[in-house]
């Protein structure tokens, strides 16, 4: 599968716990995002990068919650201290800036990383 | 702040129906709209774009700026249109053409 690939992609932890989420994107895709998904919810918008440069952070992203791009390649999410709410499904999703007319090409999907905290 | 509402959170037709999934939208500059779908345990996919003009698996949306609407039209439900179904806003002005998502419509297409 050369997609979007999450790992892992279950992960139950206790509340207080640090977790790590891994995102590798499309080979090519110079852009990243994460967006998180409750239940019964659209997925909403938390950080992204162009290359290894993160260029916009939600309001919904807590001090608690730090991204990387080290190399402009994968991407890691941590969230430090985990609370209950923070129980979600967590997307990665990449595309292609080219700019020109048609500036960026679509957003491809991971299968995401399902967190539950007990 | 841009905004997307799905006023249907469940929407059921049989097959051979018409359907047609409703998004409205607030933004204030030039949007650009989609339609996403995520089929049981798969993952969110693009169905289509705005700017493409283009018919996937029969499906059309069609962008009105004057009702602010993105529906989605299906003349012929199938079964295996089955699925969620997201309304996408993004914008050339809009930091990293990042999405704003509605809530989503789930379609059960009944035989």
């Known amino acids: 599968d050369t997609g979007v690939s999450q790992n892992p992609r279950h992960k139950i932890t206790k509340r207080g716990q640090n977790v790590t989420f891994r995102c590798d994107p499309i080979?090519?895709?110079?852009?990243l995002y994460w967006y998180r998904q409750t239940l019964g919810q659209g997925p909403e918008f938390l950080t992204y990068f162009q290359n290894e440069a993160q260029l916009e952070k939600s309001r919904l992203l807590s001090d608690r919650f730090s991204a990387e791009r080290p190399k402009g390649s994968f991407s890691t999410l941590e969230i430090q201290r985990t609370e209950q709410g923070d129980s979600a499904m967590y997307l990665c999703?990449?595309?292609?800036?080219?700019?020109?007319?048609?500036?960026?090409?679509?957003?491809?999907f991971g299968q995401g990383t399902r967190l539950t905290v007990v | 702040a841009q905004r997307v509402t799905q006023p249907e959170k469940l929407l059921s037709v049989f097959k051979g129906a018409p359907v047609e999934l409703k998004c409205n939208y607030s933004y204030s500059g030039s949007p650009e709209l989609f339609w996403y779908v995520q089929y049981s345990r798969q993952r969110l996919q693009l169905l289509l774009r705005?700017?493409s003009r283009e018919s996937i698996k029969g499906f059309t949306a069609d962008l009105n700026k004057g009702e602010t609407s993105f529906h989605l039209k299906k003349p012929f439900a199938q079964e295996e249109d089955s699925a969620m179904y997201y309304c996408?806003?993004?914008?050339?002005?809009?930091?990293?053409?990042?999405?704003?998502f509605g809530e989503g419509t789930q379609l059960t297409v009944n035989p």
């Open positions: 080979s090519e895709h110079n852009r």
């Open positions: 996408a806003l993004s914008g050339p002005f809009i930091s990293g053409s990042r999405l704003t």
């Open positions: 999703a990449s595309s292609l800036f080219k700019g020109g007319p048609i500036m960026n090409t679509e957003a491809f």
């Open positions: 705005h700017i």
